[in-house]
């Protein structure tokens, strides 16, 4: 059973420039979150999605960040025209279902993707 | 009222002994307690996780202590071993809210052999 899949493991990127960063959640898994790692810091949330649906962005920023998880394929995580503030480690997560079908608290995290921008 | 603390953010311990690592917390609503493992490159690995309802669980090696009157909760590693050399990220979060984790700013662990 492979687990939460994320590509591209390395990103670099010019100031201006677009990142997608896309993540595949363990099957059978349809709640993804995306957190942002700083260096030396703990993950700080950014946005929780079902299928075809934002459930919370509360901790996205306002400006030049979008997430989406459509009903096929993997989750995106776009930054339009990138800072260098931007650089850092972002993780995706994905949770199951409880046979009650409520989502459960575990979350399972993939390998992330280290964006560089210069 | 949303943090949560970690400490320290750095420890030294000698093969064979007991590592400890403490979290802190002022949002009463957490009710899920988990802790992860990371190894330099590579995302969180879900080690332990414990609810308020026990003071303590283990598992192997790792025990996590909660204390509910005091908002704090700790991860005992024993018999530390050099593989044991990681970060280690405390976290929090509220069954039926957004479900979103609260980490802590991690402890980083080395084990001499």
């Known amino acids: 059973n492979a687990g939460v899949m994320q590509n591209p493991r390395h990103l670099v990127r010019r100031r201006g420039q677009e990142a997608r960063l896309r993540c595949s959640p363990m099957k059978g898994h349809s709640h993804v979150y995306w957190y942002r790692q700083l260096p030396e810091e703990g993950l700080k949330f950014m946005v929780y999605?079902?299928?075809?649906?934002?459930?919370?962005e509360s901790g996205m920023p306002k400006e030049r960040f979008s997430a989406e998880f459509p009903k096929e394929g993997p989750s995106i995580l776009r930054i339009q025209q990138v800072v260098r503030g931007d650089s850092a480690a972002y993780f995706c997560?994905?949770?199951?279902?409880?046979?009650?079908?409520?989502?459960?608290?575990?979350?399972?995290f993939g390998p992330g993707t280290r964006l560089t921008v210069l | 009222q949303q943090q949560v603390k970690q400490s320290p953010q750095s420890l030294i311990v000698q093969k064979g002994g007991i590592s400890i690592i403490n979290c802190a917390y002022e949002n009463t609503a957490f009710d899920y307690f988990p802790w992860y493992q990371q190894f330099p490159g590579k995302g969180p690995a879900l080690l332990i996780a414990i609810r308020p309802d026990v003071s303590e669980k283990k598992e192997g090696r790792f025990t996590i202590s909660f204390n509910k009157s005091a908002k704090q909760f700790s991860l005992h590693i024993m018999d530390s071993q050099p593989g044991d050399s990681a970060t280690y990220f405390c976290a929090a979060s509220t069954t039926g809210s957004q479900g979103n984790l609260i980490f802590g700013k991690g402890t980083k662990l080395s084990v001499k052999p």
């Open positions: 999605l079902q299928k075809e649906n934002i459930i919370d």
């Open positions: 997560a994905s949770s199951p279902l409880s046979l009650a079908g409520a989502v459960t608290d575990t979350q399972y």
